[in-house]
């Protein structure tokens, strides 16, 4: 345990965000799951769930919840099965 007032405030800020991060990456998930869904239900529905989902991405990204690299790629390649399918 932290004996630092500063420690403490640190452990605080590190919950808050962890549980936030947390959140966000649960979105994440559930967004590229719609995307997946309308893939397969028929391909011709897609770019409303696309357009959410790689909003969501870029936003995790830029806030450094997940690496930006790993936002571009995994736009990259929701856009190659969204394309593949229509």
């Known amino acids: 345990m932290a004996n630092l007032k500063q420690q403490k405030k640190r452990n605080l800020q590190n919950e808050t965000r962890r549980v936030r991060n947390l959140a ?4 994440l998930k559930t967004r590229v799951k719609n995307v997946d869904a ?7 529905e ?4 696309m357009r ?5 991405l870029d936003k995790a990204g830029s806030k450094g919840v997940i690496h930006k690299r790993q936002a571009s790629r995994r736009t990259s390649r929701l856009m190659k099965r969204a394309n593949k399918a229509s």
């Open 24 to 27: 966000t990456r649960t979105e």
């Open 38 to 44: 309308a893939i397969a239900a028929d391909g011709n």
């Open 52 to 56: 959410l989902a790689q909003k969501r």
């Open 46 to 49: 897609v770019a409303e769930p």
